[in-house]
């Protein structure tokens, strides 16, 4: 009995030396690394057969928090895509999706293909205003949402669902409500109050935070 004691220190003290040198050789915090887990078990088996299992019971709540749902991880392709903007302003990233959670056109906001990109002067509103608040009409960039629109065409855009980054302003909203889009889901609210007023019972829409996800 003495022995297998022993035996079962000496394993425990080659462990504890490697988990050492790791923690060394790494430089990692392992008790700080476990301050951003998300999730936490707590073992209480007595044989890796019963920790095995245990693991198969947990797997749900292991896995499911690091696996975005269809709202999250469409927008954070948005705002991949709002990385392609050359709007001197704002970026905006959208995408539109049909009801099979199928990706059917993607836009960011800049100045038509034919023109000088707006960061190189190809706008002279946005050049010129110093505040978001620039007079749509003369504005040359197309938004990311009348982009989405205008790459798929507006007869295959009813009943679908768009995300983007910012909430549409008056002039998208209008284009949504004639595209029959019949959801947007947004991250960024804006100052589109009247915008919001547009739509309010009109176009379903939804707000979400995608900050607290990690991966």
Not at 170 to 196: F, H, M, P, T
Request: hydrophobic fraction near 35%; aromatic fraction near 10%; include cysteine.
């Amino acid at each position: 009995m003495e022995k297998l004691i022993l035996m079962i220190l000496q394993n425990l003290m080659i462990k504890y030396k490697s988990f050492q040198l790791c923690q060394h050789k790494y430089d990692l915090n392992f008790l700080e690394l476990a301050k951003n887990c998300k999730v936490y078990l707590k073992n209480n088996t007595n044989t890796v057969d019963e920790f095995t299992n245990y693991l198969k019971q947990q797997m749900v709540k292991i896995i499911r928090p690091f696996r975005p749902d269809w709202d999250v991880y469409f927008m954070k392709i948005a705002y991949t895509i709002k990385q392609r903007s050359n709007c001197m302003k704002k970026s905006v990233g959208a995408v539109l999706v049909n009801n099979n959670k199928r990706i059917l056109s993607t836009s960011y906001n800049g100045t038509p293909k034919v023109m000088k990109n707006c960061n190189e002067g190809g706008c002279d509103v946005c050049k010129e205003s110093k505040t978001l608040d620039l007079i749509l009409y003369k504005c040359m960039c197309i938004h990311a949402e009348e982009g989405c629109i205008l790459e798929l065409g507006i007869t295959q855009t009813r009943n679908t669902t768009l995300y983007t980054t910012l909430f549409p302003c008056v002039w998208c909203c209008k284009a949504l409500l004639q595209a029959e889009v019949s959801r947007i889901v947004y991250c960024e609210q804006g100052n589109w109050d009247l915008s919001l007023q547009i739509i309010q019972n009109l176009i379903k829409h939804d707000q979400i935070d995608i900050e607290q996800y990690i991966y």
